[in-house]
Nanobody, 126 residues
Framework: QVQLVESGGGLVQAGASLRLSCAASGRTFMNYAMGWFRQAPGKEREFVVSINWSGSTTNYADSVKGRFTISRDNAKNTVYLQMNSLKSEDTAVYYC???????????????????WGQGTQVTVSS
């Protein structure tokens, strides 16, 4: 498994941008698909976006498509989430997650992700 540490959260106004980072420990980062999930108060943790090993395939939730962009730098063991045009409904704790898969794809299912970060708070004021 890998250990994940998120950073970059904060308080912003609606329409602003933020970039989250997730640093992974270990030398096998490239073997993991990576994803971002979020959990708002009183709600279930939901899928936001994922990216495959090589970074060639991404999978976005409809709610963020066109506004959020995931990327990864395997040389730095880091995955990023660029969030633009933020809305108040994007307010949540954002979690980075890693999935060790037997094939190179970008999953959505929460159960496939075996390693999780501690989360970083994103608050968007309207």
């Amino acid at each position: 498994q890998v250990q994940l540490v998120e950073s970059g959260g904060g308080l912003v106004q609606a329409g602003a941008s933020l970039r989250l980072s997730c640093a992974a420990s270990g030398r096998t980062f490239m073997n993991y698909a990576m994803g971002w999930f979020r959990q708002a108060p009183g709600k279930e943790r939901e899928f936001v976006v994922s990216i495959n090993w090589s970074g060639s395939t991404t999978n976005y939730a409809d709610s963020v498509k066109g506004r959020f962009t995931i990327s990864r730098d395997n040389a730095k063991n880091t995955v990023y989430l660029q969030m633009n045009s933020l809305k108040s409904e994007d307010t949540a704790v954002y979690y980075c997650a890693a999935a060790r898969l037997s094939a190179d794809w970008a999953p959505r299912g929460r159960a496939l992700f075996g390693s999780w970060g501690q989360g970083t708070q994103v608050t968007v004021s309207s």
